[in-house]
């Protein structure tokens, strides 16, 4: 009888503990810190980004060339009148 009333009466001050106030409570699949740099979508962003000023830069400098390009072939198109007209 002193068992059963023993049982029942841990039974009982467990159901009348107070719950915690706050709990934390982890999703099992939780990432370590710096896991955003390691994912796949991550990576492809920041390859397309790359991708894209690498790109522009390129086109810049490819822009900048032509334009030079012009100037230096018109200085020879004047140059070349100047020797031709000596003739």
Do not use: C, W
């Amino acid at each position: 009888m002193s068992v059963i009333r023993a049982s029942s009466t841990a039974r009982l001050m467990a159901l009348r503990a107070p719950a915690p106030m706050f709990v934390r409570n982890y999703s099992p699949d939780t990432r370590a810190e710096g896991a955003t740099a390691s994912s796949t979508s991550f990576k492809e962003r920041e390859q397309a980004s790359e991708s894209k000023y690498i790109k522009e830069h390129e086109a810049e400098k490819l822009k900048q060339a032509k334009d030079k390009l012009a100037k230096a072939q018109a200085e020879v198109d004047k140059q070349q009148k100047i020797v031709d007209g000596n003739k």
